[in-house]
């Protein structure tokens, strides 16, 4: 299966048959008056990708802490019976 643009797009692009772009293309890229902006929107966004993944991590870490935390006290709340002298657990 081939990735080029089919000739529909080629022909709204205005791509030639090379299928390089031509002067009327858009432009793509950091060669433009707009490039320190594109460089500092791609800083931006990958800034905001580290904040994104250390959030995760964070999460992930927090998850598993709670969930150690809570089967600890589980734990504990078994072994000393906190449970069943509540009333909780009559049956055993």
Not at 19 to 44: C, F, H, M, W, Y
Not at 51 to 72: D, E, F, K, P, S
């Amino acid at each position: 299966m081939c990735a080029c643009p089919s000739k529909s797009s080629r022909d709204t692009w205005n791509w030639p048959r090379s299928g390089a772009p031509n002067e009327r293309s858009p432009t793509v890229g950091l060669v433009d008056k707009d490039a320190a902006s594109d460089i500092r929107d791609l800083r931006s966004l990958l800034s905001a990708v580290r904040i994104a993944r250390h959030t995760a991590w964070q999460t992930v870490v927090r998850l598993v802490t709670t969930g150690l935390i809570l089967a600890l006290i589980a734990g504990v709340a078994i072994k000393l019976k906190i449970l069943w002298a509540a009333g909780i657990r009559n049956d055993l």
